[in-house]
């Protein structure tokens, strides 16, 4: 066998392990243990990943609460798999599900949007004119996407005139890909962006530059791409040893950092775009340009009085303990996901982690206790850096690295095996945690 066969044969030993093994997770659970009885009010706002995996949690553990998930959107989107669909990897309809696809028998579904929450008198309007009580409120409504504050900029160019933005969704993301692709083989001026304000994924902007770079790169060849990435602060990435690393490859790519400009207008006719910086406004031109908007907790959270007094002020996420994710003032209410004010954790894999913090707090004020399980800030960024490589970057609140794999897979390697953790097995792996079973 040559080495070549050898590599090749390892490599499908280790696919079939990964993919077996989260098949196995999956399917072999402990004994289930006697369901606690209640009679709570439960109501979760959000069907995304963080409500939608808590929910199916819940109902194995208990009998007779009266559990309401509240959230207008049909459409469950796999946000991971977005960064893909926008490097024309994969179609936009590899990220969409229908919403009750993923939604457990047995609990009412309301397909309205949250319109209030009053925390004192404990309760939920809806946009369709109902009243929900509850006991216990589960704030998980995601992030709200500011394509209005970057000045002359709108959601109908993304596609064409060199414009990309892959947040705003599927349909957005494969318009990405066409303005994208067009770039990749013409040439030019490449400018990537990230917005000045917390935001999910913060790998994803980065993910792009480099996708981009790497298609551009093979396609038109060496030397025909001038690429730029603009920092909203002065790091490549919130982790100081990841920052470094990306500063790193982007030296050894001829990939431009532009330290603490933050997009604030787009003229699309003369291809400009201006960013805010500490000695003002500065005017860039491109032949491609990517838009990553400032991203918000939802209205409904910031008219509340759920939100931070003292930080996030801009933004309004939810005021919450960042071990326990319970809110400090009102303990009767939980925040998960992009909305939690947590300093880290706008992640699918911060979910993953957050979930079962919450529901062991939950179960406990159930049955009058205190809840032992706390949340260290655990997030994930699968850091694509080529087709075919990537970095699996886990760290935690306090920045340090936190490898699932240490001695097999190394955080900050370019490896084909952390390129197979993004593009095939973590899918299945977050298909598991919709099911609660991750």
């Not at 709200?144 to 957005?172: C, K, Q, R, T, W």
């Not at 060496?222 to 002065?234: L, V």
């Not at 919450?358 to 260290?376: F, P, S």
């Not at 690295?401 to 792996?429: D, H, Q």
Request: charged fraction near 20%.
């Amino acid at each position: 066998m040559t080495k070549r066969d050898e590599f090749l044969a390892s490599r499908r030993g280790f696919l079939g392990l990964g993919i077996g093994g989260l098949a196995l997770a999956a399917a072999v659970q402990p004994a289930a243990a006697a369901k606690l009885q209640t009679k709570a009010r439960i109501v979760i706002i959000g069907a995304g990943a963080a409500g939608t995996a808590l929910v199916n949690r819940l109902v194995d553990r208990l009998d007779g609460a009266a559990i309401t998930v509240v959230d207008p959107s049909a459409e469950h989107r796999y946000q991971p798999g977005l960064s893909l669909v926008a490097a024309g990897l994969k179609p936009a309809s590899y990220t969409q599900s229908r919403t009750t696809d993923w939604l457990p028998k047995g609990i009412s579904y309301i397909a309205e949007a949250a319109a209030a929450i009053d925390p004192i008198a404990k309760t939920v309007a809806t946009s369709g004119g109902q009243t929900l009580a509850y006991d216990f409120l589960i704030v998980a409504p995601g992030l709200v996407l500011d394509h209005g504050a970057i000045e002359g900029f709108s959601l109908d160019m993304v596609g064409a005139n060199g414009i990309g933005a892959l947040y705003a969704g599927p349909d957005y993301a494969a318009k990405t890909w066409q303005a994208a692709s067009a770039f990749a083989s013409s040439g030019g001026v490449g400018l990537f962006t990230r917005p000045g304000t917390e935001m999910k994924c913060a790998g994803a902007p980065l993910k792009h530059t480099f996708l981009i770079e790497d298609i551009a790169t093979r396609t038109a060849g060496k030397g025909k791409h001038e690429m730029h990435y603009a920092a909203h602060d002065g790091a490549l990435f919130g982790v100081p040893i990841v920052s470094e690393k990306v500063r790193m490859l982007f030296k050894d790519r001829g990939i431009a950092a532009h330290y603490s400009h933050v997009l604030k207008a787009v003229d699309a006719g003369r291809k400009i775009a201006t960013f805010a910086t500490p000695e003002g406004d500065k005017e860039m031109g491109y032949d491609y340009l990517h838009v990553v908007p400032p991203q918000r907790a939802p209205d409904v959270i910031r008219q509340s009085g759920l939100s931070w007094a003292d930080k996030w002020t801009d933004q309004g996420w939810v005021e919450v303990d960042k071990q326990t994710l319970r809110h400090l003032r009102f303990p009767d209410i939980f925040a998960l996901g992009d909305v939690a004010g947590v300093p880290k954790g706008k992640t699918a894999a911060s979910v993953k982690w957050q979930v079962p913090v919450v529901e062991d707090h939950l179960i406990a004020a159930l049955q009058g206790k205190e809840g032992t399980a706390a949340y260290d800030g655990y997030t994930s960024c699968p850091l694509i850096t080529r087709v075919g490589r990537a970095m699996l970057v886990e760290f935690d609140y306090h920045n340090n690295l936190k490898p699932s794999f240490p001695g097999i897979i190394a955080p900050l390697e370019e490896l084909w095996i952390s390129w197979l953790m993004k593009e095939v097995a973590l899918k299945a792996t977050y298909n598991a945690m919709l099911r609660g079973k991750a």
